[in-house]
């Protein structure tokens, strides 16, 4: 039991570690300081919960592999994600999201704890200290001067044996959508809502289209090019507070303070084989500091969604 002590120590540190920040996010006499969606809590929070895992580990098996090291670092990770889940302080979208990062970052952390108690072992608590205070340092500077706005477009397509009047009659409204209609969806699965339907109040420029998800999610659509059989583009017209945060977190929220969708558009053309192409575009905004990391699970998600729409509009035009 003495031997395992340090081991159990360095899993329980590197959890609560993880909570107490989490946790201090929701102070908002504390919120000045740093924010959950930024580089420091998604990057190095986890570095550090690897290091204080493996820097445990290593006073009771210093020959530990560096691969062994990489791996051991993910249980606190596992641990902390779990709490974070069954308290409620975050959704199955957001773990779901942040987990890859957070695993890699782990990993790299522990290996440094590895390093660093083998080569420097004189001064592993004292670095142990200093790494620690990491997040907690770079977070204000973060906040207050590093703002990488983007704004991008995702798009797909799908060809639809069907004439292309048939094909727009598809888009300008959507009756009751049946769940055997959309194929099965990693964004379902992880938890956003799927269609439900969609409604035209006119049919040109100006005219808004509604939209309804499940769990009575609701946004609009202001029409913005109405080119019948070519083109339908809008701009979204979304009400953040309507959407309650136990249906979509709220740091992945449509028309949230980190991800918006701005504008969309369908458009239809004719191949050369003479089979009908519908493709949709979204413009998304992304106001996280994340980079390339934020771009691919837009990518991911909105290319998701977009198979679901495309598969719909598919199926009723071919099966008119």
Known sequence: MHQKTPRYLGIFLGVLYGIALRLSIEIKALQAFGELVS?????????????????????????LSYGRMALIAWQPIFVFLLVCFITLLE?????????????????????????????????????????????????????????????????????????????????????DIHKDEIPFSFTHLIGVPRPV???????????????????????????TVWQPNKTMAYIFDIDPEKIPDDILDQHVKL?????????????????????????????????????????VWGEIIFQDFHHSLLYLMKGRAENR
């Not at 998604?42 to 020959?63: A, M, T």
């Not at 991800?259 to 905004?285: C, H, K, M, W």
């Open 39 to 63: 580089i420091s809590f998604l990057f190095l929070v986890p570095f550090v919960i690897g290091f204080i895992r493996i820097h445990f580990e290593c006073k009771i098996n210093p020959h």
């Open 91 to 175: 959704g199955s979208i957001c773990i779901v999201m942040v987990l890859p990062a957070f695993m890699l970052c782990a990993s790299i952390g522990g290996v440094v704890a590895g390093y660093i108690n083998r080569r420097l072992a004189k001064r592993a608590s004292t670095t142990l200290l200093s790494v620690a205070l990491l997040p907690l340092l770079l977070a204000p500077l973060e906040m207050h001067f590093l703002h990488l706005t983007k704004t991008y477009d995702i798009t797909s397509d799908i060809e639809i044996n069907a004439p292309v009047d048939v094909v727009w009659q598809q888009l300008v409204s959507v009756s």
């Open 197 to 223: 339907k969609a409604s035209m109040d006119g049919n040109d420029v100006g005219a808004v289209r509604t939209s309804l998800w499940e769990l009575g999610v609701t946004f609009n659509e202001v029409i």
């Open 255 to 295: 028309g949230g303070k980190y991800f918006a969708p701005l504008a969309g558009r369908y458009d239809i053309s004719v191949n050369s084989e003479g089979n009908t192409v519908l493709s949709l575009t979204t413009t998304l905004q992304d106001n996280t500091n994340f980079g390339m990391y934020s771009r």
